[in-house]
Nanobody, 118 residues
Framework: QVQLVESGGGLVQAGGSLRLSCAAS????????IGWYRQAPGKQRELVAE???????NYADSVKGRFTISRDAATNTVYLQMNSLKLEDTAVYYC????????????WGQGTQVTVSS
């Protein structure tokens, strides 16, 4: 079973930056990729960025050029650096792990709130 713990959320003014962290523990050999999702009130959960075990990255169009996903293999930690934050980036951000067996995001963290103010 993969356990994911997010940290780094908070309140920031528009134009500011935040860095989210996702620490994965145990059984990481079963993971194909780590992704960051977000869910704003009244909206569906959406994939923001993901990084595969091989290091390939993928971003939602809405965050390209502003967000960067990276990983530290030594500590099993994935980061999401968020720059030039906008009001519409306000959401609960979730870290998720994609199973190497199902290729679905089967493992989820508890979420961390990011609030961007004007």
């Amino acid at each position: 079973q993969v356990q994911l713990v997010e940290s780094g959320g908070g309140l920031v003014q528009a134009g500011g930056s935040l860095r989210l962290s996702c620490a994965a523990s145990r059984s990481t050999f079963s993971i194909n990729a780590i992704g960051w999702y977000r869910q704003a009130p009244g909206k569906q959960r959406e994939l923001v960025a993901e990084i595969t075990i091989g290091g390939r990255t993928n971003y939602a169009d809405s965050v390209k050029g502003r967000f960067t996903i990276s990983r530290d293999a030594a500590t099993n930690t994935v980061y999401l650096q968020m720059n030039s934050l906008k009001l519409e980036d306000t959401a609960v951000y979730y870290c998720a792990a994609k199973s190497i067996v199902t290729l679905n995001y089967n493992y989820w963290g508890q979420g961390t709130q990011v609030t961007v103010s004007s």
